[in-house]
């Protein structure tokens, strides 16, 4: 797929799982279910899909995935599964390797989003995994990042950015930021604080990198918020407001952790929004 002068790709960088009733809130199982049913310990399916844009000139990747640094018991709790795919070897298979990387957009510090941002060496040393690469982030985020409540603290490890402050590789914008003629920023404050989603656009054709926003498929109804979400409320009018431009300007929303549908159109009806279209964006 092209957007403007970028061409667009898929890049799986792996599996893992988290409990289904975290991840769709007040909506009760029996519905939630039939899309995505549930492990003997209430998990379900999930992926960490980024995307590469290639313009020739430039290599921009939107997040990083998990990374490898977890301990094992952390891979155990989230079933972490690199066995098809890593964020490396999917750069790999389209003969990009990690110094080729000129950019890389993060939509926020949690530890499934940026994980792969750093790396442990042979040495055991913590190393920067795109040594060429400028990243990117929100200046309030990198804020409540560094200083998170009891709540969300668990979803920043440090180690995963820190490195790159350090090394003034980590670049702070503020609001819809137009990072050149088909890429900008949008920030929203439901999932966490300005988390910022990417819009790909040319005018004629849209990707909408939601994030969190809509992690899944599965969440394009109003109802279906996560409970990981900080300001829920916040959430529900975030969705309403993109989800109808996204009908109404026929735009892609790319779903970041949706194992099985990574891209889809949106349709409205009188019992609310619905994936109207499955959108193939190559691997």
Known sequence: MEIGDYKIHLIRTGLFRLDGGAMFGVVPKPLWSRSNPADDANRIQMCTNSLLLDNGKKKILIDTGMGHKLSNKMNEIYAVDFSENTLINSLNKLNIKREDITDVLLTHLHFDHTGGSTYYDEDKQLKITFPNATHYVQDKHLEWAQNPTERDKASFI????????????????????????????????????????????????????????????????????????????????????????????????????????????????????FIKESFVIND
């Open 158 to 273: 440090t180690n995963n950015f820190e490195p790159l402050v350090e090394n003034k590789m980590l670049k702070t914008v503020k609001g819809e930021y137009k990072f050149d003629d088909f890429i900008s920023t949008i920030p929203v404050n439901g999932h966490t604080r300005d988390m910022q989603m990417i819009k790909i656009s040319d005018g004629e054709n849209t990707i909408l990198y939601a994030a969190d926003l809509l992690p899944m498929s599965a969440h394009v109804p109003l109802p279906y918020i996560m409970g990981y979400d900080l300001f829920p409320l916040i959430t529900l009018e975030e969705k309403r407001k993109h989800l109808t431009e996204a009908v109404e300007k026929d735009r892609i929303i790319f779903f970041e952790h949706d194992p099985f549908t990574p891209a889809a159109k949106i349709g409205l009806s009188d019992k609310g929004f």
